[in-house]
T-cell receptor
């Protein structure tokens, strides 16, 4: 069975602070994929990043960066110099690659972390 | 127009009523999904379909049924709605593509908020 844990339910920061959203996952698949989605107050789900299990390089996209560590089964998301527009619920998700165990092509989501950025 | 369109966007109904939520897509994707979002629980998979004649249960399928009428359409039905089915429902699609199945990115609709009184 797959599981994604986002232990931080809600985080509040002041604009320009850096913030890290934690994500810990469990899977028995040897090949798997990790995702982050953003859900702004308007409610839609916006894809942010996908990471393969065999690629542990960290990734940076503007103010966003992701730290994937297989040894600790974590895929953490950092926002540098946060802005009010970053206020949203952020979901970490996991998809396996096994047709036999049924993990292929089905996303398992964490419970989300609500980020509130204030002025 | 949105790539993945859900109707209705909001619906209030009474216990025992039959409800259908519809989803249509213009992305040409083979795979379609219905998820439910509840506060504090994240998104949970209800049903999914990898092709027109393919229907699969997700982790919380009890009380729901689906129909894949065409490649572009995937509807979710609540035969007899109950209050604990009050939630935000999302339809999503992904392509079959060349990538391994698990790698495909889901494109979500805007959501359908259902309230069962």
């Amino acid at each position: 069975a797959q599981k994604v844990t986002q232990a931080q339910t809600e985080i509040s920061v002041v604009e320009k602070e850096d913030v890290t959203l934690d994500c810990v996952y469990e899977t028995r698949d040897t090949t798997y994929y990790l995702f982050w989605y953003k859900q702004p107050p308007s409610g839609e789900l916006v894809f942010l990043i996908r990471r393969n299990s065999f690629d542990e390089q960290n990734e940076i996209s503007g103010r966003y960066s992701w730290n994937f560590q297989k040894s600790t089964s974590s895929f953490n998301f950092t926002i540098t110099a946060s802005q009010v527009v970053d206020s949203a619920v952020y979901f970490c998700a996991l998809s396996g690659n096994s047709i036999n165990t049924g993990t292929a092509s089905k996303l398992t989501f964490g419970t989300g972390t609500r980020l509130q950025v204030t002025l | 127009d949105a790539d993945v369109t859900q109707t209705p966007r909001n619906r209030i109904t009474k216990t025992g009523k039959r409800i259908m939520l519809e989803c249509s897509q213009t992305k040409g994707h083979d795979r379609m999904y219905w998820y439910r979002q509840d506060p504090g629980l994240g998104l949970r998979l209800i049903y999914y379909s990898f092709d027109v004649k393919d229907i699969n249960k997700g982790e919380i399928s009890d009380g729901y049924s689906v129909s894949r009428q065409a490649q572009a359409k995937f509807s979710l039905s609540l035969e007899s709605a109950i209050p604990n089915q009050t939630a935000l429902y999302f339809c999503a699609t992904s392509e079959k593509g060349q990538l391994p199945s698990g790698a495909n990115v889901l494109t979500f609709g805007a959501g359908s908020r259902l309230t069962v009184l």
